[in-house]
């Protein structure tokens, strides 16, 4: 540079990539696979699917005989201090050479690991694609614009209809080969948590493809890629910390799709398959980046896509946060879908809402509370009647304002709340009746257990629908 007409001339300086120059591992004799082409092939040519389904059971069952870490045959001498960015980075090294770049891509994109391991930036001759340089004109930001959603959307393929039971077949095949272990009853011969993240990311690519048409038998498989991506104990020791920020963004995405058209605990087909990923998944789905987690969305470009959204995936993540911190979130959550909301007062959770049968809500309730306590009373009240239910164990007792009764029922694994007043405008049959003011040693042992007063209780509920 010239200062004050005199030329000034700087020190050389050369930039490098700290992440390129470490030393490289030896390969080793890890099992790996010999298929290598791109993530897009698989989708297109059903013959490479084929074989790509093929070397994946062969390297599950390898990988699961030898142990989850590979063992590496390098003589280089290996410092006993090893940096938290060189771990990470032989991680991905080991990685990419088991399943090749595009498929390591695929889980742990290589721009954001050389994030992890750079704190400082060098650059040169910045340039941001949404300016316009002194030889370009406006129209550029239009095809740059164009370009971004064009690779956005080609993130999804696009499979012939006659080829999608083909593609469902393949799928259930890779699920099989990362959720079974290698040798039976033996979890510790389950494939390395890569694997899975890798079949995870596929499903899901099939799932936005719409391989499964109107046919939920895909549920099933999600819920048991997301139970395989739960980390245990091995898994919490062998993966490098970086690792985790990606596992569980995709364990987050995996749920926010199976969540879709489901009910936490409902009782219909497609309800059980989420519930029961749920209660494995949650308190891992909490530790999730939304930012990365939200990179990992699809576009619904394809007809009967499954795929999971923004919002979703957001509600799905302060759910389960919110689960961590309140044992009552679930069900807040559930009733909240049915129009219906709860409130701790005085022991008793009152409902809140607009129902014109007040059995139903107070069973609905009780029934989502005691999910998480054997002991919980509800009372829903509407401009008509109000309508208390209390719960321990097996025992029911119910209270309708208008009826100077207690009814005591017992209950079931498949007799709840619920189920009892799903036909019911009225009190449910088969009940032991007896009069309001009696008192009953049931009625006083539950309301000893319930740490409530149940006969002042009726008495406010009878006395408040008589002054309306």
Not at 271 to 276: G, K
Request: hydrophobic share 40%.
């Amino acid at each position: 540079m010239d200062v004050a007409g005199e030329r000034l001339e700087s020190a050389a300086v050369f930039i490098t990539d700290s992440s390129r120059c470490r030393p490289r591992q030896d390969p080793n004799d890890a099992p790996r696979l010999s298929w290598s082409g791109e993530v897009g092939e698989l989708f297109t040519d059903p013959l490479l699917a084929q074989r790509f389904t093929n070397e994946l059971g062969r390297l599950a069952e390898q990988v699961g005989l030898r142990g989850r870490t590979p063992s590496s045959t390098s003589t280089t001498p290996v410092s006993s201090h090893v940096e938290p960015g060189d771990r990470w980075a032989d991680y991905l090294e080991e990685c990419e050479q088991a399943l090749g770049a595009s498929l390591s891509g695929l889980i742990f994109p290589r721009k954001r690991a050389r994030d992890h391991n750079t704190a400082t930036h060098w650059s040169i001759d910045d340039v941001d694609e949404g300016e316009v340089t002194e030889d370009e004109d406006e129209d550029v930001l239009d095809g740059v614009a164009r370009d971004e959603e064009e690779n956005s959307a080609t993130q999804v393929p696009k499979i012939r209809p006659d080829q999608r039971a083909k593609y469902r077949r393949f799928a259930e095949r890779w699920v099989a080969a990362v959720t079974e272990p290698t040798v039976e009853d033996d979890w510790s011969t389950l494939p390395p948590i890569h694997l899975r993240m890798v079949v995870t990311r596929l499903y899901l690519t099939l799932l936005a493809a719409g391989a499964w048409h109107k046919d939920d038998s895909w549920r099933s498989d999600l819920r048991w890629l997301a139970w395989s991506l739960v980390p245990d104990d091995d898994v919490l020791d062998e993966l490098p910390a970086e690792a985790f920020d990606h596992l569980y963004a995709l364990l987050a995405v995996a749920m926010a799709t199976l969540r879709q058209g489901t009910q936490l605990h409902g009782g219909r087909q497609e309800d059980l398959p989420f519930t029961v990923a749920w209660a494995d998944a949650s308190e891992w789905v909490a530790e999730a980046d939304l930012s990365l987690a939200e990179e990992l969305l699809l576009p619904a470009t394809q007809p009967f896509a499954w795929v999971a959204t923004s919002k979703e995936l957001r509600e799905t993540i302060r759910l389960a946060e919110e689960a961590r911190q309140d044992p009552y979130a679930e069900a807040r959550a559930t009733l909240a879908e049915a129009g219906l909301a709860i409130e701790l007062q005085e022991g008793v959770w009152r409902v809140e809402g607009d129902f014109a049968n007040a059995y139903r809500a107070a069973a609905r309730a009780v029934t989502e509370l005691t999910r998480i306590d054997d002991a919980a009373a509800a009372l829903a009240r509407n401009p008509r009647y109000a309508v208390l239910i209390a719960v321990v164990d097996r025992k029911m007792l119910l209270v309708d304002s208008r009826m100077a009764v207690w009814r005591l029922y017992s209950l079931s694994g498949t007799r709840t709340p619920l189920s009892m007043t799903i036909e019911c405008s009225g009190p449910p049959p088969h009940a032991r009746t007896l009069p309001l003011g009696s008192q009953l040693p049931e009625v006083n042992d539950l309301g000893a257990r319930l740490n409530l007063d149940l006969f002042a209780i009726a008495t406010e509920m009878r006395s408040f629908i008589a002054c309306s």
